[in-house]
C-alpha cells in the first residue's frame, strides 16, 4: 500500500517489526524473513528514490520524520526496528529522534556516519560522483559496476539463483532515485550519531560478517558506546549477512527478539 508516497507492505499478526533495506533494495531484501518471525507483524518500507515509494526528501533527517509520519498513520507507535547498511544508518538516526517508539534495534552492517568534517565532505563528493554516473549511464551499467565493488566481493561465492534474486531486486530500481538517494541520503550527508550512542539505552544487536572488516572495525567502537548492545561478528559472511548467511541471519534475530 501506498502511504504518504511510501511503499508498506504489512505481513502478519503480532508484536510489529519495522525494516530498512539498503541501498538499491527495497521490500523484497526481506522477502526470506517471515519464516523465521512467526508471531510477528512485519512492516516492509521502501526507502525513498527505491522500490515503489515515490517519496522525495531532501536530508536523511527528513527521511526520518516521514517514516514516523507513516508509522503514526498505521497506528504503529511501539515497534522493533532493524536495518541493513543504509536502512541500518536510517534506523539509527530514527532511534535518536523518536527512541520512545522503538522497543530494540537490529543493526546490519550499519555505521552511525562520519565524525570528522573533513572526511564528510569527501564521502560527499564520491557520492556526488556516483551518483552522476548513475544518471549518465544505463542502469544494467551501474548494476555491473556496483556488484563488483569490493564491498560485495564475497557474494561471488553465492548460488547463481542468489545472485540472480539480487542483481533484479537492483534492476528493478530507477536512475533518478539511486542517484538522489546518495545525494540526499548517502553517507557523507547524514549527520554524526557516535555522540549520541551513550544515550541510546534500548537493547541493540549489531550485526557484521567476518570478511567486512571495515565495518567489524566501526561496530565494535559502536558496541563499546552503547549501554545496552551485543554484537555478533557471522562467519563466512561480508557486508550482506542477510544474503550471504540468511538462516543463521534469520535465527540470531528471532533470538534476539525473543528474549
Not at 527512541?99 to 562520519?114: D, F, N, R, T
Not at 551499467?141 to 547463481?160: G, H, M, R, Y
Not at 557471522?234 to 535465527?251: I, P, S
Request: with cysteine.
Amino acid at each position: 500500500m501506498l502511504i504518504n508516497q511510501y511503499w508498506v507492505e504489512r505481513i502478519g499478526d503480532g508484536d510489529p517489526i519495522v525494516f530498512f533495506h539498503g541501498f538499491t533494495g527495497s521490500v523484497q531484501t526481506w522477502s526470506f524473513i517471515r519464516e523465521y518471525l512467526p508471531g510477528y507483524e512485519l512492516i516492509l518500507i521502501d526507502l525513498p528514490g527505491h522500490g515503489k515509494s515515490m517519496a522525495k526528501v531532501d536530508s536523511l533527517q527528513a527521511c526520518c520524520h516521514d517514516l514516523q509520519q507513516v508509522l503514526m498513520e498505521l497506528q504503529i507507535t511501539s515497534f522493533h526496528l532493524v536495518g541493513y547498511s543504509m536502512g541500518g544508518r536510517t534506523a539509527l538516526l530514527f532511534a535518536s529522534y523518536f527512541p520512545g517508539m522503538i522497543k530494540s534495534l537490529v543493526l546490519e552492517s550499519a555505521s552511525p556516519g562520519l565524525q570528522d568534517r573533513e572526511e564528510r565532505q569527501q564521502r560527499k563528493q564520491k557520492d556526488q560522483e556516483l551518483a552522476a554516473y548513475i544518471r549518465q549511464h544505463p542502469l544494467q551499467t551501474f548494476v555491473d559496476k556496483w556488484e563488483n565493488i569490493a564491498l560485495f566481493a564475497s557474494q561471488k561465492s553465492l548460488s547463481a539463483e542468489k545472485k540472480q534474486q539480487v542483481r533484479e531486486e537492483r534492476l528493478a530500481q530507477s536512475r533518478s532515485g539511486l542517484a538522489t538517494s546518495l545525494e540526499t541520503m548517502g553517507t557523507g550527508t547524514m549527520p554524526s550519531c557516535w555522540s549520541y550512542l551513550p544515550e541510546l539505552e534500548l537493547p541493540v544487536f549489531l550485526i557484521t560478517g567476518e570478511w567486512d572488516q571495515k565495518f567489524i572495525m566501526i561496530n565494535q567502537q559502536m558496541h563499546e558506546r552503547l549501554p545496552n548492545s551485543s554484537f555478533q561478528v557471522v562467519k563466512r559472511a561480508g557486508h550482506a549477512v542477510h544474503v550471504e548467511q540468511a538462516v543463521f541471519f534469520g535465527t540470531m534475530v528471532k533470538e534476539f527478539f525473543a528474549v
